[in-house]
């Protein structure tokens, strides 16, 4: 219980004002559809995070902490740019084309992608190392994904009418592309980005 309650604590705390709290809130506002975008995000956790309670260990050890910075940061700089791209999904549903991967299908991958090396990710391997226990420490961190990010969900569903996708794609790119620079420059590397 203590590895589950633990790892439930961290992850949401670490959560907070992350990269993926900011997709939640992007993809409600996007899509309008809470439902779909929160089980989107239930099944690209426990995956990314079982995915990374196996392999984690592994790949950290194989990559260099500096390749892995410029790996991350050369990535957040590529989603600045990407978010300011309209995308095919916008033009879908203006044309009331069909989604190709739906909402739900879009929140899981776009999730599983953005946990890919983020520090929640990097925590599930650490806690999972400590505890020894699998199963408890990817529920717990699960669980604190979900704290953190299902509230963003509604709130980006309500204030959905009321804020400029253009504007909201704008601070989006200006915060990835801060990460990026803040990545590449090493600030941060001894709070765990």
Sequence with gaps: MEAFLIS??????????????????????????????????????VANHAFAGALGAWITSQV??????????????????????????????????????GVFGTTVVAFF???????????????????????????????GMMIANVPAVFLG????GRIPVRLVHGVAALIFAAIGVATLAGLGQGLGF
């Excluded at 993926?20 to 506002?29: G, K, N, R, V, W």
């Design 8 to 45: 439930t604590g961290v992850v949401a705390l670490a959560e907070i004002g992350d990269k993926t709290q900011l997709l939640a809130f992007l993809l409600a506002a996007r899509f309008r559809k809470p439902l779909p975008i929160c089980l989107g995000i239930l099944v690209a956790t």
């Design 64 to 101: 260099s902490p500096m390749t892995m910075r410029w790996v991350l940061g050369l990535g957040f700089l590529a989603m600045a740019v990407w978010t300011l791209i309209p995308d095919k999904i916008d033009e879908e549903v203006e044309g009331g084309g069909k989604l190709k991967l």
């Design 113 to 143: 992608m953005a946990e890919m090396g983020d520090k929640t990710q990097i925590a599930t391997v650490a806690l999972a190392a400590q505890f020894n226990a699998f199963i408890a420490v990817v529920a717990g961190t699960t669980l």
């Design 157 to 160: 569903d309500k204030m959905a």
